[in-house]
């Protein structure tokens, strides 16, 4: 890619787009993303409470999102923070997408719970915060469920195709990319979201590479424009966080799209989604 490639490292290889490479796509319950295939990833940050969970993951389901997300496991900067449900999370996910019929993306943060999360999940999210963390990719991949790879918010491109490499070494193909946005001076945002690593990410790998403009922005206005942006720019995908009462959310309250909001939302992106010549996978 760069010329700023760590010496010592072999370039990245799997991950790589060669001439000849097809796109791939990432298919759970025939539900795609990638090669025009668009994914809507939707659902609460975390899960607070069973209503919580299935008002919003009903409210995804009736918009049209195509895979439904829900982290049970979370991983807050404070230790004072909540901290999510853990288990009893896994079992009002199961119930969620049983309910729904959509395919479930929640974190895996500890390789001691991959099993059991594995057992609820139908994509494994590893966290921008544990990008780096080899092991866990290990656990993520062995795991044999696709894997949706969050960019850590101080990790170059390169970095993070390096940490693909890691899954697809494993021998799991079936990996996405997220941009969520990076850490710079900027503080009008949470983070700022790297546009550009769309499209970089689209020329170097064959990987679907999907948005996230809800932990970027940090707020909810600004979660539309930026989704529309990432879907113009190439992304195959945009994960959203909703909740049925964002004002009273346990968990990034201001970033959340509140459910009765959301259908229109659904409806920008299949517009733009249209305009680049893609469909709701
Ligand atoms: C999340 O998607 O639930 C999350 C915690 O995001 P990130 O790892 O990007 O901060
Ligand atoms: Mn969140």
């Given at each position: 890619?760069?010329?700023?490639?760590i010496?010592d490292?072999a370039?990245?290889?799997?991950?790589?787009?060669?001439?000849?490479?097809?796109?791939?796509?990432?298919?759970v319950?025939?539900r795609?993303?990638?090669?025009?295939?668009?994914?809507?990833v939707?659902?609460?940050?975390?899960v607070?409470?069973?209503?919580?969970t299935?008002?919003?993951a009903?409210?995804?389901a009736?918009?049209g999102a195509?895979?439904?997300?829900?982290?049970?496991f979370?991983?807050?900067?404070s230790?004072?923070?909540?901290?999510?449900?853990?288990?009893?999370?896994?079992?009002?996910?199961?119930?969620a997408?049983?309910?729904?019929?959509?395919?479930?993306?929640?974190?895996?943060?500890?390789?001691?719970?991959?099993?059991?999360?594995?057992?609820?999940?139908?994509?494994?999210?590893?966290?921008?915060?544990?990008?780096?963390?080899?092991?866990?990719?290990s656990?993520?991949?062995?795991?044999?469920?696709?894997v949706?790879?969050?960019?850590?918010p101080?990790?170059?491109?390169?970095?993070?195709?390096m940490?693909?490499?890691?899954?697809?070494?494993?021998?799991n193909?079936?990996?996405?990319?997220?941009?969520?946005?990076?850490?710079t001076?900027e503080?009008?945002?949470?983070?700022?979201?790297?546009?550009?690593?769309?499209?970089?990410?689209?020329?170097?790998?064959?990987?679907?590479v999907?948005?996230?403009?809800?932990?970027?922005?940090?707020q909810?206005?600004?979660?539309l424009?930026?989704?529309?942006?990432?879907v113009?720019a190439?992304?195959?995908?945009?994960?959203?966080?909703?909740?049925?009462e964002?004002?009273?959310?346990?968990?990034?309250?201001?970033?959340?799209?509140?459910?009765?909001?959301?259908?229109?939302?659904?409806?920008?992106?299949?517009?733009?989604?249209?305009?680049v010549?893609?469909?709701?996978?």
């Amino acid at each position: 890619m760069s010329a700023t490639r760590i010496p010592d490292a072999a370039p990245p290889s799997l991950v790589t787009r060669a001439e000849s490479s097809e796109a791939t796509v990432v298919e759970v319950a025939g539900r795609r993303v990638g090669n025009g295939w668009l994914g809507l990833v939707a659902g609460p940050c975390t899960v607070e409470s069973r209503e919580q969970t299935l008002a919003a993951a009903r409210a995804v389901a009736a918009a049209g999102a195509t895979w439904l997300r829900g982290g049970a496991f979370k991983l807050r900067t404070s230790p004072y923070s909540f901290q999510g449900l853990g288990a009893e999370a896994l079992d009002i996910l199961a119930e969620a997408r049983a309910e729904t019929g959509l395919p479930l993306v929640t974190e895996l943060v500890d390789p001691r719970h991959a099993r059991e999360v594995a057992a609820v999940a139908d994509v494994i999210q590893i966290g921008a915060r544990n990008m780096h963390n080899a092991p866990l990719l290990s656990e993520a991949a062995a795991t044999g469920k696709p894997v949706l790879l969050k960019r850590g918010p101080a990790a170059s491109v390169e970095e993070l195709l390096m940490a693909a490499e890691y899954l697809l070494k494993a021998g799991n193909g079936q990996v996405l990319l997220c941009e969520r946005g990076i850490r710079t001076f900027e503080h009008s945002t949470r983070y700022t979201l790297d546009i550009g690593a769309v499209p970089v990410l689209k020329r170097e790998t064959h990987l679907p590479v999907i948005v996230d403009p809800s932990h970027a922005a940090g707020q909810r206005d600004l979660v539309l424009p930026l989704a529309r942006a990432a879907v113009a720019a190439g992304a195959d995908g945009v994960l959203v966080e909703v909740h049925p009462e964002p004002e009273r959310a346990l968990c990034d309250g201001p970033q959340l799209l509140p459910t009765d909001g959301f259908a229109a939302f659904a409806d920008e992106i299949r517009a733009v989604a249209a305009v680049v010549g893609k469909r709701l996978g």
